[in-house]
């Protein structure tokens, strides 16, 4: 069974940057998409960033086009979402998600296994 670990949330004021982590024990890690998923109370799990399997494409929400930043360590397992400029309209259970395949895509069906999440919390 894949595990996905994410972490580095917190508690943030507006404005300030963040950087979430997501270690992935699938062996062949380097040959699948990774995403970042968000969802905030009471609302449905929304699409943030997704990355292909070698980082050379990225895809994000509008949301968050320009502040974020989705990365990967092939070496390390290791996918991350550098997070600037944040908003409290950015609180949310952050969730990482690696892909069926090695293409990026923003839709949750294509991605095969989820991590537990991590709570960011962007205070005014």
């Known amino acids: 069974q894949v595990q996905l670990v994410e972490s580095g949330g917190g508690l943030v004021h507006r404005g300030d940057a963040l950087r979430l982590s997501c270690l992935v024990s699938?062996?062949?890690?380097?040959?699948?998409?990774m995403g970042w998923f968000r969802q905030a109370p009471g609302k449905e799990r929304e699409f943030v960033a997704t990355i292909n399997w070698s980082g050379s494409t990225t895809y994000y929400a509008d949301s968050v086009k320009g502040r974020f930043t989705i990365s990967r360590d092939n070496t390390k397992n290791t996918v991350y979402l550098q997070m600037g400029s944040l908003k409290p309209e950015d609180t949310a259970v952050y969730y990482c998600?690696?892909?069926?395949?090695?293409?990026?895509?923003?839709?949750?069906?294509?991605?095969?296994?989820w991590g537990q999440g991590t709570q960011v919390t962007v205070s005014s």
């Open positions: 699938e062996r062949t890690f380097s040959n699948f998409a």
């Open positions: 998600a690696i892909g069926r395949t090695g293409t990026w895509d923003y839709t949750e069906s294509h991605y095969k296994y």
